[in-house]
């Protein structure tokens, strides 16, 4: 029989675990590396993985991960995180340039994943789970829908997404995700 006298610290891994290697296995940092940069991979993986799970505001995002395993998992310095790091990573999506155009690197990575993930299936893909909310400026986007930005207010949104399609198959259970109706 166990005994356990003190409990320093708890953290439900469950669904962290189950998409953490989800994205391991579909290779996420390597499609981030390649659309934006290698540097922002790894903070983008958080805050994907944050917002399928715990959904903790940026402010506080630090020190979730700082309780999570994925420092120990991804060997990320807990410590040294701050917001700036993750405003930068979202700021990378999408930013207005010196030229005063709107470089849409979330919408490219979008396109990206779509592509590797569906593979050669022709079917609509199963489900997409949209992580940033990111405003889309503009009104010729395709994939451009009109959605709840970050502000609680409605716009045209668009954002990185994972895909489930006949090729690459990732059971999950709607249950996990609050708003399990806007996923089906």
Request: charged share 20%.
């Amino acid at each position: 029989k166990v005994h356990v006298e003190n409990v320093q610290s708890a953290f439900p891994v469950g669904p962290l675990a189950i998409l953490y290697a989800a994205a391991k296995d579909l290779n996420l940092q390597d499609y981030i590396s390649s659309v934006i940069s290698k540097e922002l991979a790894k903070p983008i993986l958080c805050i994907t993985l944050n917002q399928a799970t715990a959904k903790v505001p940026l402010y506080r995002l630090a020190d979730w991960i700082g309780a999570s395993p994925l420092p120990k998992w991804e060997g990320i310095n807990a410590q040294n995180l701050t917001r700036k790091h993750f405003e930068d990573a979202l700021s990378a999506l999408c930013y207005f340039t010196p030229q005063k155009t709107w470089e849409n690197k979330g919408y490219l990575l979008q396109k990206t994943l779509t592509k590797a993930w569906r593979g050669t299936s022709r079917e609509p893909a199963g489900a997409y789970y949209d992580i940033t909310k990111q405003s889309y400026y503009g009104a010729h986007c395709p994939y451009g829908q009109l959605g709840h930005n970050e502000d609680g207010g409605t716009s045209l949104v668009i954002g990185f997404s994972m895909v489930v399609s006949k090729d690459i198959i990732i059971p999950f259970s709607a249950r996990h995700f609050q708003e399990a109706e806007r996923f089906t």
